[in-house]
């Protein structure tokens, strides 16, 4: 499967009106700015429920000498602000885009996260570095979890000199399944993605996030109409487009900049994890996996294993939060030449 099969996107052209930015629900400093979209159609779109994007950032964000653009993952937005807070104080400003259909910017869409075709998002991501370059040329980290991991990387490539580095956190590079699914299912379910995309074939287990939420005794609190524990439906358009970049993976990209792929230690059990599992690794994604095609991604890549660390690092227990955002910025610092890095 080559990058020239992949769904056409056709292009829009509108007078967009001013992005408007307001009181974020994370409360302040945190504003959001919400970007209307349209130049890039996938075939989801529906005429009640305009696509937008949403760019979350501090109030005073504009004049730090770098800056990170985060992108989350599957059923995820941004709400991880400790993590945040970290790179605001090592001297980056930090901005948070909520894609299209996900998250703040679900903007009433009847099927939250059915995105067709993962590069009708190169919209937003545009449209966010250039806010985020509004006030004259910066580095720029671009940081990604899990399915934006796929798509840090895919944009990385499509876009050399965009971005300046990029940082992975448990990206999603090949399917967590045996060979029966990753192989016959996955050419079915291309067929079906075609035929029809919004068609439910998956979800995911509710274990991760029960454990990760306050009100289900975990240690975080975000919303739960954004991030519900059942999720939303995993739907056949969205698996074709996320197995299509992965094979495109496979076949090796040429990333120039810079990455660094974060990761636990292991992956413990998918369908049924137990306490340790839960608290202790990745039981979303196999570890593996990531680690394997690490050399695929580019020349540059360094591989960080964090011990306990969770699906989304940034949520960890303590000491491994702590050493997964430590040593993601004194690596971003390192490679951007900050305080004599190399």
């Not at 292009?11 to 970007?35: C, K, N, Q």
Request: hydrophobic letters at 40%.
């Amino acid at each position: 499967m080559s990058h020239d099969a992949q769904p056409a996107l056709t292009a829009r052209h509108a007078a967009a009106p001013p992005p408007v930015v307001e009181d974020d629900l994370l409360g302040p400093p945190w504003v959001t700015r919400t970007i209307p979209l349209g130049d890039r159609l996938d075939g989801g779109e529906e005429p009640g429920a305009p696509d937008v994007a949403t760019l979350v950032h501090q109030r005073d964000a504009g004049s730090a000498p770098r800056a990170v653009l985060y992108l989350p993952g599957f059923v995820d937005y941004f709400f991880q602000a400790e993590h945040a807070q970290a790179w605001i104080d090592a001297g980056y400003d930090f901005y948070g885009l909520d894609l299209r259909r996900s998250g703040r910017s679900t903007n009433g869409h009847p099927r939250p996260d059915d995105v067709r075709d993962l590069r009708v998002q190169d919209e937003e991501i545009g449209k966010a570095l250039a806010i985020i370059q509004e006030g004259g040329p910066r580095p720029v980290v671009l940081l990604g979890h899990s399915t934006g991991g796929l798509q840090a990387v895919l944009w990385a490539a499509d876009h050399p000199g965009s971005v300046d580095a990029v940082v992975l956190n448990s990206p999603w590079l090949d399917l967590n399944s045996g060979w029966f699914t990753r192989v016959p299912v996955t050419e079915l379910v291309d067929k079906l993605g075609a035929w029809l995309p919004s068609l439910p074939v998956g979800s995911l287990n509710q274990a991760y996030g029960r454990y990760l939420h306050n009100g289900s005794g975990g240690d975080w609190e975000y919303e739960l109409a954004l991030k519900p524990h059942e999720g939303f439906p995993a739907r056949a358009g969205f698996i074709r487009t996320v197995r299509r970049a992965q094979a495109e993976i496979g076949r090796g990209l040429e990333v120039s900049v810079p990455v660094l792929l974060c990761c636990s230690t292991r992956s413990g059990h998918r369908k049924h994890p137990g306490p340790a599992d839960l608290s202790t690794s990745d039981v979303v994604l196999d570890v593996r996996q990531m680690i394997s095609r690490a050399p695929m991604i580019g020349e540059d890549v360094t591989i960080l294993q964090v011990p306990g660390g969770v699906h989304d690092l940034a949520l960890s227990p303590q000491p491994g939060r702590e050493y997964y955002t430590r040593s993601a910025i004194e690596w971003a610092d390192a490679r951007l030449g900050v305080d004599g890095g190399a």
